[in-house]
């Protein structure tokens, strides 16, 4: 599966976007989706999580209660909803797919090529 994240820029502290991470090549309702974000000399950090049919989602501590991941498997897309958004979410957001409900990036087998997010304070 070939994924393609989108929706990245820039925007002020407190304010909103939504990531959408497009799949081609094989249908996304086989997949744990999963983001992620890197940000400048840091390592590749786990940010949400959705299981195959949507019913399950998990975040992690810094980003819960202000994002939301969702899928919509008619449509091949996964997105992350990102409201009250902090200087420190600066960073490249990355969309993943694989077999296992877990947050380690290593356990994703397909990934998207990442979209920035600047969030100035």
């Known amino acids: 599966v070939q994924l393609q994240a989108s929706g990245g820029g820039l925007v002020q502290a407190g304010g909103s976007l939504r990531l959408s991470c497009a799949a081609s090549g094989r249908t996304l309702s086989s997949y744990v989706m999963g983001w992620f974000r890197q940000a400048p000399g840091k390592e590749r950090a786990f940010v949400a999580r959705?299981?195959?049919?949507?019913?399950?989602?998990y975040y992690a501590d810094s980003v819960k209660g202000r994002f939301t991941i969702s899928r919509d498997n008619a449509k091949n897309t996964v997105y992350l909803q990102m409201n009250s958004l902090k200087p420190e979410d600066t960073a490249v957001y990355y969309c993943a797919a694989g077999s296992l409900w877990t947050m380690q990036p290593s356990r994703y087998d397909h990934w998207g090529q990442g979209t920035l997010v600047t969030v100035s304070s």
């Open positions: 959705i299981s195959w049919s949507g019913s399950t989602t």
